[in-house]
Structures are given as structure tokens and as C-alpha cells.
């Protein structure tokens, strides 16, 4: 059977691909090489218990805000969303300090003006001006190249250049990052408009799903299939096969079986990276493409603490915690502690208990570079060895121990918990290095590290957070990108509206 579409990897980025070019009446197959479907959304079970590795919260879910316009159109608003507290959806514990972030543009810089006073001017100029970001969000998609034009601006400054020129109270400055583990804060590389479009989103409204991010993915793929797609999970792509110089089929490995699909338009959601490993000695992909995109570095991994909670003992936050260590003197070197090193920074994220006033699960997670676990890359899952347990072990507590300055009880109410390293990414995803959030932008060397869906072949598109934008908006605008590519965009403006 020949498809319209191939769509590899059922990450949030190939499913939306696939749920649009589907309303489009094409005939399109998802192969995703797991067993679960989702990518960084995919949820983890251990006995009754279910844990999220790569979503915790997203933002501008509220009526009419982008990220609800376009999750509107997935059918992915009659999931169980629930608002953050407006009046503190993040908090940022640092420097002997404790400040709540505040919902909407005004209110978020009123509220910090009654703590800093003299920083009244910065703060509203600093909101007016991720209003304006969010206003522009869609740009690129509805106003093609001419959106493109102010949007490589942002990218091409420095998002801590940006800040340390309009905020002049350093420790302000910190606060206004301190919420943005969601992002690699690394004050050589980070584009402004990275900071900005995220920070936006999250200010105008925070949202939690009550139950497991895999709900985002499955409830996709059932909308795929009941336009008449095919989702395949266990389904490997292992190659790319070409002919005329247009990719013609791919191989896969299904359930131990190897065969080969073909399609007429391939989309990958897969690393740069991984996408030409499959097409490993084709004349059309130029040496120095592919040695461009090997070169590419990536952001951080994350180590995950995923803990199981005595009952009744941890009040639910309807809130993210982000604590830094007291020696941090500037959040932007939370990413660098030296190896070995304890964290410098941790998010803590609760999952919304069944009912009560109680949390049952909390995550903690801190950044962590790919060359702490480098020594173990070629050992397999659950058989690392016990240098890698006792590693994982020694981490786990530090980050327990910094949550504790949140949560002095923490530590008598653990029942159990799981640890995940960006080796475990790397395994379940194929995220090169574990990265988090992909290939990392640049803002000096925009046009090295920012990608476009094309590739050297007419029908194969790159989609995913490793092109412009990650995290669930971030993905789901490349998505809308990546089709506007293919289709034009008038079939894809509809899910802006
Ligand atoms: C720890 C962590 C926490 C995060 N928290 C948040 C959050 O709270 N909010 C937010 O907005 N974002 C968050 N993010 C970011 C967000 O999860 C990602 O940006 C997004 O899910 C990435 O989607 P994707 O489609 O680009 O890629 P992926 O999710 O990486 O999907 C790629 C898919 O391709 C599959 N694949 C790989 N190789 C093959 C192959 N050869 N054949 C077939 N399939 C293959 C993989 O198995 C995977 O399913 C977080 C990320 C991490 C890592």
C-alpha cells in the first residue's frame, strides 16, 4: 500500500503534522519506534502509579490565547486542563527570597513593582514587551517571510543582553529568569526571542493537565485514525530509500518484521540528526550539510527525580516551584555546576492528586549535561551497573535536600521514587545527548542553528522542537510551519483562528 504521507516519530511535532495533513485528506502513517506513543510526552507506569517524563505545565490555554486556538483545532481542549493559581502560577525561591509570577501582562508587573518599587518603568516596559512577542506569535505563519523578518530580529539578540540592559536590579533580573528552567538559560548563546515567546505564553495563563500528558499524544492519534490514518507504534524506521532524487519508501522494523512503506511526502520528526542517519550514503545530501548538522550542539538533558508521596502528608501547590541553591549569585549559571557538583536549581512540579488538598506525586527535575553520564552511553536501560545507580542515587538526595528548603518534610514522605537521566532520553526518544529541547539556537549564529522544514529533498520535511521553537507551543507552531510548507497556508491558518 503507498501512502500520501510518512510521518517518522509520534512526538507531539509528528502527530499534529499527521492530524493536519489527514484533515487534508491525505492518507497518511505515523511509525514511531516505542511502544508508547508521545515522544517527551509519553507517560511512565510503575505499579498503580503513572509518571510524566517531558510535560508538566504549558501556557496561553485560556480562551482565545494561542496555544487554546491551535489545541482547539487537535480536539485537544476536552482534556482535563486546569489553571494554574493566577496570582502566583510560578514561584522563584532564590537568594533568601521567595516571589509568586502573576498572570496577565499588568498584573505581573504591578505585582513585582510593589516588591521593587524603583523598577516600576523596567518592569512595565519588560511586560509591554512580551505582550507584543505574544501578539506576534503566528506571524511567521500568517504573514510568510515578512513575519519571519522581525521574528530572526529576537533571534538574533541576546535574550541576557536583552536583560541586563533593560533591567537594571540584578537580583530582579534573576527573578525574571528564575522561572525559565523551562528554557536553557546560557547567557552566550540564548535568543531573545526563545525567552520572550515562552515567558509570554506563561503569562498569560498556566495550565496543568489532571492526569497524564500521554493523553495529549493518544488523543491525536485517535483523531488520525478516525480521518482514516494509521498510527504504528513498534515500528523502527531504520532507512530512507530514494530514487530519482526524492525519497521513495522507508524501511522499518515492525514488531521483528522488516519492510518497506511507501509515500509520496515523508515528514520527520526526528533529529536533524537521526533524519540523515537514515540516509546514510546518499549523493544528495551534500558533505557540507551533513557535516553542518552534525556539528550542531545541543541544549541540556535533565535529571528527573519522579517521587511517590505518602498520603496526606505534602500539601498540593497549584503552582511550579523553581528553588535555587543559596551559593547561586545568577541563575544563568544554573546549567554550569561543575560536575559532580550538587544542583544549583530545581523545578518541583506536582501532579494534580484524584481529590484532597494533598499532593500523591511530585517531580523534581535540575539540568544536567550529557558528559556527567557520557561514561555509561553504551551500556543498555535497567543494566547500567551500580556506578550509575549510586550516581543516580547521590543526585536524587541532593535534589531532595534542595526541595526540602520548600518542603522541610520531605524527605520522611517519600514512598518510593525514580530517577531519569538524559541517558534515559536518549534511549526512549533517540534525543541526541538526551537533550531536552533540542538543537541549540544560537543568537550569534542564527543562520547555522536555526533550520527550516526544508531539507535537500523536494518531499522530506524536519518538524519538531529541534527547528525554531520547543515545548508544547513551540512544537505545535513548527508543526503549523512545517505544513504551511507543504500545503501553502491556507489550509493551515484555520488553526490559528
Ligand atoms: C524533562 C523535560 C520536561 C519538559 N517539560 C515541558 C513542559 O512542562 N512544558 C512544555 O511545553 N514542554 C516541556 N518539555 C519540552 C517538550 O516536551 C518537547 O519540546 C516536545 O514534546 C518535543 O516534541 P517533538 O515532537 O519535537 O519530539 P519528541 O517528543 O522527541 O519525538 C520524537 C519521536 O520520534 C521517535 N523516534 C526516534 N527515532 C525513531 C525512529 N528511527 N523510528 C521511529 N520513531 C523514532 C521517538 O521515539 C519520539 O517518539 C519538556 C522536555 C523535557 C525533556
Not at 514511531?32 to 510503575?46: W, Y
Not at 557540507?288 to 528527573?304: A, D, H, M, S, W
Not at 534511549?427 to 547555522?448: E, F, M, P
Request: net charge neutral.
Amino acid at each position: 500500500m503507498k501512502y500520501d504521507a510518512i510521518i517518522l516519530g509520534s512526538g507531539l511535532g509528528g502527530l499534529e503534522c499527521a492530524f493536519i495533513l489527514a484533515k487534508c485528506g491525505m492518507k497518511v502513517c505515523v511509525l514511531e519506534k516505542n511502544a508508547a506513543l508521545g515522544g517527551c510526552l509519553q507517560s511512565f507506569r510503575r505499579g498503580k502509579d503513572e509518571f510524566d517524563t517531558g510535560f508538566h505545565y504549558v501556557g496561553a490555554l485560556g480562551k482565545g490565547q494561542i496555544l487554546e486556538r491551535i489545541f482547539s483545532h487537535f480536539g485537544l481542549m476536552d482534556l482535563p486542563w486546569h489553571q494554574l493559581d493566577t496570582e502566583g502560577f510560578d514561584q522563584v525561591v532564590l537568594q533568601g527570597g521567595s516571589y509568586l509570577l502573576e498572570n496577565g501582562y499588568g498584573q505581573f508587573a504591578d505585582s513585582l513593582s510593589a516588591i521593587f518599587p524603583e523598577s516600576r518603568a523596567e518592569l512595565e516596559s519588560y511586560s509591554a514587551f512580551l505582550e507584543k512577542v505574544g501578539k506576534g506569535i503566528a506571524d511567521p505563519i500568517l504573514k510568510g517571510s515578512g513575519g519571519f523578518d522581525s521574528l530572526n530580529t529576537l533571534f538574533e539578540k541576546s535574550a541576557y543582553g536583552y536583560l541586563c540592559s533593560s533591567i537594571s536590579n540584578p537580583l530582579l533580573r534573576n527573578i525574571l529568569s528564575g522561572s525559565s528552567l523551562k528554557l536553557e538559560l546560557r547567557p552566550s548563546t540564548l535568543p531573545l526571542y526563545t525567552f520572550a515567546q515562552i515567558n509570554s505564553s506563561f503569562i498569560q495563563s498556566a495550565w496543568r493537565l489532571k492526569g497524564r500528558g500521554s493523553l495529549i499524544a493518544e488523543t491525536l492519534a485517535d483523531g488520525i485514525r478516525k480521518m482514516g490514518g494509521t498510527v504504528l507504534a513498534n515500528a523502527t524506521v531504520t532507512s530512507l530509500e530514494e530514487k530519482d532524487g526524492h525519497i521513495s519508501g522507508a524501511q522499518i522494523l515492525h514488531n521483528g518484521c522488516r519492510e518497506t512503506i511507501s509515500a509520496n511526502l515523508f515528514v520527520s520528526d526526528l533529529s536533524p540528526q537521526l533524519t540523515l542517519d537514515l540516509l546514510k550514503d546518499s549523493p544528495n545530501v551534500r558533505p557540507v550539510f551533513r557535516r553542518r548538522i552534525n556539528r550542531l550542539e545541543q541544549t541540556c538533558g535533565f535529571f528527573t527525580v519522579n517521587i511517590k508521596l505518602k498520603e496526606g502528608v505534602i500539601p498540593y501547590l497549584n503552582r511550579n516551584i523553581y528553588c535555587y541553591s543559596p551559593d547561586l549569585d545568577s541563575v544563568w549559571n544554573v546549567a554550569e555546576s561543575p560536575a559532580g557538583s550538587p544542583p544549583r536549581g530545581i523545578l518541583i512540579s506536582q501532579q494534580i492528586p484524584e481529590s484532597g488538598t494533598t499532593a500523591t506525586q511530585m517531580d523534581i527535575l535540575t539540568p544536567m549535561d550529557y558528559s556527567e553520564v557520557e561514561r555509561w552511553k553504551d551500556t543498555l536501560p535497567n543494566r547500567r551497573g551500580e556506578e550509575y545507580k549510586a550516581f543516580k542515587a547521590k543526585k536524587a538526595q541532593e535534589c531532595i535536600l534542595l526541595a526540602q528548603s520548600i518542603f522541610p518534610n520531605l524527605k520522611d514522605s517519600i514512598e518510593t521514587f525514580y530517577t531519569s537521566t538524559p541517558l534515559t532520553y536518549m534511549n526512549y526518544t533517540g534525543a541526541v545527548k538526551g537533550t531536552a529541547y533540542g538543537i541549540r539556537k544560537d543568537c550569534n549564529s542564527l543562520t547555522q542553528t536555526l533550520l527550516t522544514p526544508k531539507t535537500p529533498f523536494a518531499n522530506l520535511f524536519f518538524t519538531g522542537q529541534n527547528l525554531n521553537l520547543h515545548g508544547i507551543l513551540g512544537v505545535s507552531l513548527t508543526s503549523l510551519l512545517t505544513c504551511s510548507e507543504i500545503l501553502g497556508k491556507e489550509p493551515v491558518v484555520p488553526f490559528l483562528e
